[in-house]
C-alpha cells in the first residue's frame, strides 16, 4: 500500500506538547518505519513476563530476527510512521503511541523540560513563553529544518541590540471565536490591531539594524521568516479609523449612519437638557425643589421634585421614588417626545455599532489564514531570540550537523560526535550562580556526581568538569564502565541532551565547534521503572521498555541504555546484554550504554563498531574524578568507593578475601600496574601539551601586538599632529579668554573709576597681559630649547625616552643608533626600530605621564588677582544640576520588565541623558529585583555623581544626577 503524500514543510514540531498550540500543524511521524514483530521482539516480551526459561533463547532468536525485518517501500528515511504487518496493512497509530510515550519519557529522563523552561525565561511574548514551558520548544523534524533553526539562533547572536516585541499578544483564541462566528468587541479588535502593528515594528526593527550594519546578509535567517509576510496594514488601518483603542470607543467616522445617528442624537438631547433644566429651575423658584435637579431614571432623562410639590407638573409621569419618599422623579409631559426619541437614536446607535464591529470581525476572519502565519512567524522570531540571549549568557557554542560514514581528511581522525568540554546547562547555571562562562575550573574536583541535576543544586564549593564525547564513524556502539558515582549515566544524558539541543537550533556550551549528527530519535532507557500497577518488576520493567525501543528504533536513532541487563543473574544478563548490544550494532545510528559487567567490554575485540570508555577512578583520594577514558575500561572500584563512605571495615576485607579467590592475583596486579602506568603516561602527556599550548599563545599575542603597533603607526602619526595642533589652539584659546577677562575688568572698572585711577587701572591691565605673553613667549622658548637640544640629542643605551609613533609612550633605548640613523627600542614586550627624530629624552625628574604641553604658561604665577583659568574659577563649587522637575523626557520607567530588559534600558537611559542633567528611574517595588538591579547600576555606573529616593514616602522612583 502506497503512503500518502507529505504535506508541506511550513513549521515546526513542538517536542513533548500535543498538536494544537500556536505552532500546531499537521505532522508525519518521526523515523517510525515500522518493522514487523521479530522472533527476537517476541522473546523478549516473552522474558519480561514469564520465567527464566523464556529468557535463553534471546540470544538466538537475535540471529534469526534480521531476515524477516521489512520496512515501509519508498520512505528510506524511516519517516512515514507505518507498520507493515504479515498481511501487507499498515499500523501506524500504534507504533506512533508508542513512539511518543518514549519519546516523553526520553525527554523527562535527559531534563529537557527544564532547559525549555530556562529558555522560556528569555522569550519576549506570552507565544514564546508557552511554547517553550513543558518541554514543548519546537525541534526541526529534519536535518535541513534543525539547521535553519540553527541559522536563525546565530542571526539573533549577531543582533546588536534586542528585538522589541512589546505589543505583540497571542491572538490565537480571538480569531478563533470570530471563525465560531463570535462578535469580537472593541477590547478584542484592539488586540489584534495592536498586535499585527506590533509585529510589522519587528521587522522594521530587523531592516533597520540590517541596513545600519550594511551586512544584510548577517540576519537573512531572521528577515526570511517575515519577509513575504502580510502585515495586513489595510486592516489595521481600518481598525483604527473605525476605533479608538485608547478610549475604547467606535469613532463617529466610522459609517456615514453611525455619524449622522450620533449627530442627531446630540441635538437632542440639547434640546432635552434645555427643556429639563427649565422646567427644573421653575420648579426651584417654586420652592418644589432645594436646587434644580436633572437626573436619569429607567434610562429616561427627568427632574427632582418634592412629593408634596409634584402638582407643579400636571399630567408628568413619575420614573422612581427616592429612598425616603420625600423626592420623586418625574418626567414632564413637554420631554416625553424627545426621551422617546433619545431611546430611538439609542437602540439605533447600539445597532450600527454592532454592524460596525460585525463587520470588523468578517474581515479578521477572511484574514484568519495570514494572521495566524503572520503570529507563527513572530513565535519563531522570538524563539530565535530567546535561544540567542540563551547561547549569549551561557557562552555557548554553534554546534554542526556531521554526515554519516564521511571521512573529512584522511590524514586525520574523523568522528561522528566530536564534542569537547561540554557541561550540563542545568549544572553549569547552578555552579555559577549567573550564566558566565560554560566551564569553572578549580584546584580540587568535588563530588558531585550523586547531584540531581533536575534540581538545579550543587553542593557547596562543587565545580562542574566538562566532559569530552569523541566517536568515530565507524563506531555504533559506546560501552561505559566505571565506578557507581562516577558519571557514567551523566555522560550518556549530555549526549542525548546535546542531541536535543542541536535539533532544536540551540547552541552547546561547550569548547571550539561541536559535531554532532542529526538523529531523527532519542530513545533512553534509564532509571528504574519498576510498577506494581502493572505487575512488573525492575527487570520486568527493564526489559520491557528495551522491547519498545527496539520496536520503533531506526537507522537514524540515538539509543541511551542505563546500565543493560541488569537486574538479573549475572551470566543470563551478560548473555541478554550482548545480544541486545549486536542487535542494536546493525540497526541504529549511535547506541551507548552503560554497564557493570566486564564482558561488554570485550566485543570490541571481535567487533570494530564497538567501543569502550572509562571513567576514571583517582586511586589515592579513592574519589571519582569524572572525566571520561576513550578507549579504556574501567573498574566498578565497588570497595574502595564502600570503603570512602565508611563502611564497615570487617565486612570489606572479607569480600576482599573472595575478590582474592575469583580472580587471579597476579592477573589482578599486572591489571593494576597497566592500569597506573597509562594513566601516568597520559597526565604528563597532558601536562607537556598545556605547556606547549601556553607558550603557542604568548607567541600569538606578542605577534598580534607588534603586528597592530606597526599597522596603526601612520594612523598613531596623524592623530598625534592633530592632537599637537589641537594643543596649540587650546592654548591660544585660553590665553585669548584670560586677556578678554582682564580687558572686561578694565572697563566694568573704568565704568566707576574716577580721572585719577584711570592711569593705575592702565598700568595694572598692561601688567597682567605683559605676564600672560612672557608666559607664552616662555613656552616657546622652551619649544625651540626642546627642539634644539632633539636635534643634537644622540640616544645613549638604557635612555628613558618617549616614542611618538608609538603614542609618546616610554620605552628604552636597547642599540645605539646605526648607520641608517634607527634606533632599537623596547615598550613592555614590544621591541621596535624606530627613527632617532621620534623619539625624546626624558630628563631627569621629569614626571613620565606629564601631559602638559605649556609648562611656562602654568607654572607661573605672575598673573594679576582675579584673572585665572575658568577650571580655577569654578574650582571649590558645586556642580549647579538642571531643576530636579520629572518630565517624560527625564523619566525611564522600568516596572513590568524583567531584570535583564530593565538593565538595558537603564543603561541606554543613563548614556542619552545630557550632563549636568536629572534622571528620574521609576522602579517600583514589587519583587526587588528591579530596584536592586537598578541601584547596583546606578551605584557603578561612572556618569552618576550621586542618587537618591524621589522622597521619603515614595521609594518605587529614585533620582539619579547625571555628570
Known amino acids: 500500500m502506497g503512503l500518502p503524500p ?88 500504534e507504533v506512533g503511541g508508542v513512539a511518543d510515550e518514549l519519546r516523553r519519557e526520553a525527554e523527562e529522563a535527559l531534563e529537557w523540560r527544564t532547559v525549555c523552561s530556562r529558555v522560556a525565561a528569555f522569550a519576549s511574548t506570552s507565544m514564546g513563553r508557552e511554547a517553550c514551558e513543558g518541554g514543548g520548544m519546537p525541534v526541526g523534524r529534519d536535518r535541513e529544518e534543525s539547521q535553519e533553526l540553527l541559522d536563525q539562533t546565530a542571526a539573533a547572536v549577531l543582533l546588536p541590540r534586542p528585538l522589541d516585541f512589546s505589543g505583540v499578544e497571542d491572538v490565537s483564541r480571538i480569531v478563533s471565536s470570530a471563525v465560531a462566528g463570535e462578535v469580537l468587541s472593541i477590547r478584542e479588535l484592539c488586540t489584534v490591531e495592536k498586535s499585527l502593528r506590533a509585529a510589522r515594528g519587528v521587522y522594521e526593527q530587523l531592516v533597520d539594524i540590517s541596513s545600519a550594519g550594511g551586512s544584510s546578509h548577517r540576519y537573512s535567517p531572521l528577515l526570511v521568516l517575515l519577509h513575504n509576510c502580510n502585515f495586513l496594514t489595510g486592516l489595521v488601518q481600518k481598525i483604527e479609523s473605525c476605533i479608538d483603542c485608547i478610549l475604547s470607543l467606535i469613532r463617529d467616522q466610522a459609517s456615514n449612519k453611525l455619524q449622522s445617528i450620533r449627530s442627531e442624537r446630540r441635538k437632542n438631547m440639547e434640546n432635552l437638557d434645555f427643556l429639563l433644566k427649565g422646567v427644573s429651575t421653575g420648579v426651584f423658584q417654586s420652592g418644589g425643589i432645594d436646587s434644580p435637579l436633572v437626573t436619569k431614571r429607567r434610562s429616561r432623562m427627568c427632574v427632582g421634585i418634592k412629593a408634596s410639590h409634584k402638582s407643579l407638573l400636571p399630567d408628568g409621569i413619575v420614573l422612581g421614588i427616592s429612598s425616603s419618599g420625600a423626592t420623586y422623579f418625574m418626567e414632564p409631559i413637554e420631554a416625553v417626545e424627545l426621551n422617546n426619541m433619545e431611546v430611538r437614536l439609542s437602540n439605533a446607535e447600539k445597532s450600527e455599532e454592532l454592524a460596525i464591529l460585525s463587520l470588523l470581525t468578517s474581515d479578521i476572519v477572511n484574514s484568519e489564514r495570514d494572521i495566524r502565519h503572520l503570529m507563527e512567524r513572530i513565535l519563531q522570531m522570538d524563539l ?40 550540563h546547562p542545568l549544572l553549569l547555571e547552578s555552579s555559577h550562580g549567573k550564566f558566565s562562562s560554560p566551564v569553572m575550573y578549580g584546584s580540587e574536583r568535588s563530588n558531585v556526581g550523586a547531584v540531581n541535576i533536575q534540581s538545579g543544586v550543587l553542593p557547596e564549593g562543587a565545580t562542574v568538569v566538562p566532559v569530552d564525547i569523541k566517536v568515530g564513524h565507524a563506531t555504533k556502539v559506546v560501552v561505559i564502565s566505571g565506578p557507581n558515582t562516577g558519571g557514567k549515566t551523566a ?101 551507548v550504554v552503560t554497564t557493570h559487567y566486564a564482558d561488554l567490554s570485550l566485543l570490541k575485540a571481535d567487533d570494530p563498531r564497538f567501543e569502550n570508555a572509562a571513567m576514571e577512578f583517582c586511586v589515592k583520594t579513592l574519589l571519582p574524578t569524572y572525566r571520561i577514558l576513550w578507549g579504556s575500561t574501567g573498574n566498578s572500584n565497588a570497595l574502595s568507593i564502600a570503603k570512602s563512605i565508611g563502611f564497615d571495615q570487617k565486612v570489606l576485607d572479607r569480600a576482599q578475601e573472595w575478590v582474592a579467590k575469583l580472580v587471579p592475583d597476579k592477573q589482578k596486579e599486572r591489571q593494576g600496574l597497566l592500569y597506573q602506568s597509562l594513566l601516568r603516561e597520559r597526565n604528563i602527556l597532558d601536562a607537556e601539551a598545556k605547556k606547549a599550548e601556553s607558550v603557542l599563545m604568548e607567541v600569538k599575542k606578542v605577534y598580534h601586538e607588534i603586528h597592530s603597533e606597526a599597522k596603526d603607526l601612520d594612523k598613531r602619526e596623524a592623530a598625534l599632529k592633530a592632537k599637537e595642533a589641537q594643543e596649540v589652539h587650546q592654548e591660544v584659546k585660553l590665553v585669548k579668554s584670560q586677556i578678554d577677562v582682564i580687558i572686561k575688568n578694565f572697563e566694568e572698572q573704568l565704568q566707576s573709576a574716577s580721572p ?34 632633539q636635534s643634537s640629542y644622540t640616544p645613549q643605551v638604557g635612555d628613558q625616552v618617549h616614542v611618538r609613533k608609538l603614542g609618546n609612550k616610554v620605552a628604552t633605548v636597547m642599540e645605539a643608533p646605526g648607520d641608517d640613523g634607527s634606533v632599537l627600542v623596547q615598550s613592555g614586550n614590544i621591541s621596535v626600530r624606530v627613527k632617532r627624530n621620534d623619539i625624546k629624552l626624558i630628563r631627569s625628574g621629569e614626571a613620565v605621564n606629564s601631559t602638559s604641553s605649556f609648562p611656562g604658561l602654568r607654572g607661573k604665577d605672575q598673573r594679576s588677582p582675579g584673572v585665572g583659568s575658568p577650571q580655577e574659577a569654578r574650582k571649590g563649587e558645586e556642580i549647579a544640576y538642571s ?10 520607567d522600568l516596572r513590568g520588565m524583567r531584570v535583564e530588559e530593565a538593565s538595558y534600558r537603564l543603561h541606554m537611559a543613563i548614556s542619552g ?51
Not at 400 to 413: A, T
Not at 761 to 774: G, H, K, P, T
Not at 936 to 962: Q, W
Request: hydrophobic fraction near 40%; charged fraction near 20%; include cysteine.
Open 6 to 93: 507529505m504535506e508541506p514543510r511550513t513549521c515546526f514540531a513542538p517536542v513533548g506538547k500535543p498538536p494544537g498550540g500556536p505552532l500546531s500543524c499537521p505532522l508525519p511521524a518521526l523515523g517510525l518505519h515500522r518493522r514487523r514483530e521479530t522472533s527476537f521482539a517476541r522473546a523478549v516480551r516473552f522474558a519480561s513476563s514469564s520465567s527464566r526459561a523464556g529468557r535463553h533463547a534471546l540470544s538466538a532468536a537475535v540471529h534469526r530476527a534480521d531476515s524477516r525485518e521489512t520496512t515501509v517501500p519508498g520512505d528510506p528515511a524511516g519517516r512515514a510512521g507505518a507498520v507493515a504487518t504479515a498481511d501487507g496493512s499498515e499500523q501506524s497509530g
Open 384 to 423: 530565535a531570540s530567546a535561544r540567542g540571549a540563551y547561547a549569549l549568557l551561557t557562552d555557548s557554542i554553534r554546534p554542526v550537523f556531521c554526515e554519516n560514514n564521511k571521512v573529512i581528511d584522511s590524514n586525520e581522525e574523523s568522528f561522528l560526535v566530536d564534542i569537547e568540554g561540554f557541561c
Open 491 to 591: 555522560t550518556m544524558k549530555s549526549l542525548g541532551l546535546a542531541s536535543l539541543m542541536t535539533k532544536a537550533g540551540m547552541f552547546l556550551p561547550a569548547k571550539r565547534t561541536p559535531t554532532i549528527p542529526w538523529f531523527d530519535q532519542v530513545l533512553a532507557d534509564i532509571g528504574d521503572h519498576q510498577s506494581l500497577e502493572h505487575n512488573l518488576s525492575t527487570f520486568s520493567g527493564h526489559i520491557s521498555r528495551l522491547c519498545k525501543i527496539l520496536e520503533v528504533a531506526s537507522p537514524r536513532s540515538l539509543v541511551l541504555i542505563d546500565e543493560v541487563g541488569s537486574g538479573t543473574d549475572p551470566s543470563e544478563g551478560v548473555a541478554l546484554a550482548t545480544s541486545i548490544l549486536q542487535h542494536l550494532a546493525g540497526h541504529v545510528n549511535l547506541a
Open 756 to 789: 585719577d585711577q584711570f592711569n593705575i587701572l592702565m598700568r595694572q591691565s598692561e601688567a597682567a597681559i605683559a605676564s600672560i605673553v612672557e608666559a607664552y613667549r616662555l613656552t616657546q622658548a622652551s619649544r625651540q630649547e626642546d627642539s634644539a637640544h
Open 883 to 892: 531643576a530636579v522637575v520629572q518630565t517624560s523626557k527625564n523619566t525611564v
Open 913 to 963: 541623558c545630557r550632563s549636568y542633567g536629572v534622571l528620574f528611574i521609576v522602579h517600583g517595588v514589587g519583587t526587588g529585583a528591579v530596584k536592586e538591579c537598578a541601584l547596583r547600576i546606578l551605584k557603578d555606573h561612572p556618569r552618576v555623581s550621586k542618587f537618591e529616593e524621589e522622597s521619603p514616602m515614595n521609594d518605587g522612583c529614585t533620582v539619579a544626577y547625571i555628570k
